[in-house]
Structures are given as structure tokens and as C-alpha cells.
């Protein structure tokens, strides 16, 4: 070192050493916070970007993901089938999701694919152990991403004073308890009498007029009517839940534990089976 006046100053031998000595000293002492991994698993956050997850049941093959990958990482085959309806009438076009796949080589974790899903078929899953030797099996299938999708974390309750989600808000009144606005009818069915002119005399006959479009009071009260009982239905049919088949429940799980499967995806399959098949059972029995 160099003093004020340019003279150079001696150091004592040893000082760098014993500062150095001090540093370790008093990190030994203190409390370790590193986590020994693999034998303990790191608390990640409730949004951290570990993978993502895919959802079979919402994913309607409207491409909208892959088309708004940045990177072009999503491969999407699908095929369409043709379904009878229920009540007779025209037979419509369905399409029927044969492959999803996700290739994170090439995935940045952008989340725009998230972002875009209409449907609510893609989750943010905190897992991120999915390396792999060779990197051409990084393209995971979708029977792997849907492994993911029962280790998504559930949503954080609303805080104080927060509205529910706008799904919520437009809900049937059944589910909301609110009351439907109904239109009155009785107002309107009966048309307000018309005033007589005074007495005078006979006025020039005109000509005739195109006839006006409105409608005579009778449509106009049926059309009224219509809409009035069209408020007062449900806008959509009531959802019939059903219990999970307690058997295939215990089933798959032990055929998924047996396997090595982790637990909480091996619960997840399991509790999808049982679901699957009293959803089978109920619709036979109808």
C-alpha cells in the first residue's frame, strides 16, 4: 500500500491470511441454509415456472397455441369425427386430440401458451425434474404432461373485499341465489286506447299508404311473452354430479403405486378412473 506522501508502507506478514481466516470462521458458526438435495426437496413458490402441464379434457384442438409459440415447440395432431346427436337433427364435426407434445429443448418458458389457452388446458406445474440423457427425449408426450397436471398447485383464496371471477358473475341464477329480471307482460298486452278526434267535417280522402312495419299489438305482446319466459329459463342446463366408483378408485391406485408412480399423480389417474367410470355406470343405469 501507498501512504499520503507516496512512501510505500509495510504490512505485517499474515494480515490477508488472518482476514481470510475470519471470513470462514464466521460462516462456520453461523446457521447453513443450503438444502440438501436430492434428499430434501426445495420449497418452490406457488407461480414458479417449473413445467408445463397439459389437461386433455379442455383442449378443444383450436391451435391457438402452437400458432403463438415464439419458438414453434408444440406439435399438435388431431383427426375429426363425426357425432349423432342426442335428439336427432344434423350430425356434427368433432375433433379428437391424437397428439400434444411439448419439446423443451426449445422451450424458453415465455408462458405465452398459458396465457392464450381459452379453455384452461395448460397449467404451470412447479416440477422440473424431466432431464434426460439424450436431448431428443425432451420431447415429452401427452400422457407425460398429464402426469404433470395433478401436481399443479391449487389457486390462492381471494382476498378481502375481492369480486369473484367474472365465470362466477355469469353464472345461472340457481347457482348465484339472484333473482331473474321478469318483463311484464300485462302492460303491454293490452294497447292504451286511442283518443277520438273531435266531430268536424269530412276530411279528403288520401291515398294509400305503404302498410307499416310494426308489428299489431297481439305479435307484439306474443313476442314480449316469448321473451319474458325465455329470461325466466335457466340458461343452461343443471350439471348432475356424481361419486367417484370407490372400487376403481382403489384399483388404479394400487396398480399405479405398484409401479413406482408418485403419489400424488397415482391419486390423480385414480381418482379420473373412478370418475370415468360412475359417469359410465350413471349413463347405463339411464
Known amino acids: 500500500m501507498i ?3 507516496g512512501r510505500p508502507r ?21 446457521r447453513s441454509i443450503t438444502q440438501q438435495y436430492p434428499e430434501e426437496k426445495p420449497d418452490l413458490p406457488a407461480r414458479s415456472r417449473g413445467v408445463i402441464a397439459l389437461k386433455q379434457e379442455n383442449c ?7 400458432r403463438e409459440c415464439p419458438d414453434w415447440c408444440i406439435y399438435i395432431d388431431a383427426h375429426k369425427e363425426q357425432h349423432e346427436p342426442a335428439a336427432g337433427g344434423r350430425a356434427r364435426s ?7 407434445a411439448i419439446d423443451y429443448a426449445l422451450c424458453m418458458y415465455c408462458g405465452i401458451c398459458v396465457e392464450v389457452c381459452p379453455f384452461d388446458a395448460l397449467f404451470w406445474a412447479p416440477d422440473f425434474e424431466y ?43 340457481q347457482t348465484t ?14 294497447p292504451a286506447p286511442a283518443s277520438r278526434p273531435a266531430p268536424g267535417p269530412a276530411a279528403p280522402a288520401e291515398t294509400p299508404e305503404a302498410p307499416s312495419e310494426e308489428p ?20 343452461h342446463e343443471e ?15 394400487a396398480e399405479e403405486l405398484a409401479k413406482g408412480t408418485d403419489r400424488r399423480v397415482a391419486e390423480g389417474k385414480a381418482r379420473r378412473a373412478a370418475m370415468l367410470e360412475a359417469r359410465r355406470k350413471r349413463q347405463e343405469g339411464s
Do not use: N
Open 3 to 5: 501512504e499520503t506522501d
Open 10 to 30: 509495510k504490512s505485517l506478514p499474515g494480515v490477508g491470511l488472518v482476514k481470510g481466516l475470519m471470513v470462514t470462521l464466521k460462516h462456520l458458526l453461523s
Open 239 to 253: 350439471r348432475v354430479e356424481v361419486q367417484p366408483d370407490q372400487a376403481t378408485f382403489d384399483r388404479v391406485l
Open 131 to 173: 432431464a434426460e440423457y439424450d436431448i431428443r427425449e425432451l420431447t415429452h408426450e401427452k400422457e407425460r404432461l398429464e402426469e404433470w397436471t395433478y401436481k399443479v398447485p391449487a389457486p390462492p383464496a381471494l382476498e378481502e373485499g375481492a369480486e369473484p371471477p367474472a365465470e362466477v358473475l355469469q353464472a345461472s341464477p
Open 94 to 100: 368433432v375433433k379428437v386430440l391424437d397428439r400434444f
Open 60 to 66: 378443444t384442438v383450436c391451435y391457438k397455441c402452437s
Open 216 to 235: 299489431p299489438p297481439a305479435a307484439a305482446s306474443a313476442s314480449v311473452a316469448a321473451a319474458g319466459e325465455q329470461a325466466v329459463m335457466p340458461t
Open 177 to 190: 341465489g339472484q333473482a331473474v329480471p321478469t318483463v311484464d307482460t300485462a302492460s303491454v298486452a293490452a
